[in-house]
């Protein structure tokens, strides 16, 4: 499966984007979790949702200001992004994982990394 994040841009503190990661494959096969890294940092797990969308898991530097959903009929896994802070400044990627361990965010068990979107948040 390919992967495409899009949807990021420049926003102000307390802002709210949206991110879409769509798929070239049949996207309802995978977990799909969402990643960001910011200048001179590693990345970072963000959230992840089930293949069902029944379970979903985010970082706690998220929780209560993101909403990972899913659109398996359109092919998406849409970020919702809330009350954004300046430090959520990051490029922002969405992989896929076929691991029992997906929640965990480790990276290692994603793959289909795509080009990132950047996200810039002013203060």
């Known amino acids: 499966v390919q992967l495409q994040a899009s949807g990021g841009g420049l926003v102000q503190a307390g802002d709210s984007l949206r991110l879409s990661c769509a798929a070239s494959?049949?996207?309802?096969?995978?977990?799909i979790g969402w990643f960001r890294q910011a200048p001179g940092k590693e990345r970072e797990f963000v959230a992840t949702?089930?293949?069902?969308?029944?379970?979903?898991y985010g970082a706690d530097s998220v929780k209560g200001r993101f909403t990972i959903s899913r659109h398996n009929a359109k092919n998406t896994v849409d970020l919702q992004m809330s009350s954004l802070r300046p430090e959520d400044t990051a490029v922002y990627y969405c992989?896929?994982?076929?691991?029992?361990?997906?929640?965990?965010?480790?990276?290692?068990?994603?793959?289909?990394w795509g080009p990132g979107t950047q996200v810039t948040v002013s203060s």
């Open positions: 949702i089930s293949r069902s969308g029944a379970s979903t």
């Open positions: 992989a896929a994982s076929t691991s029992v361990a997906y929640y965990s965010g480790s990276d290692s068990l994603y793959y289909s």
């Open positions: 494959g049949r996207i309802s096969n995978y977990h």
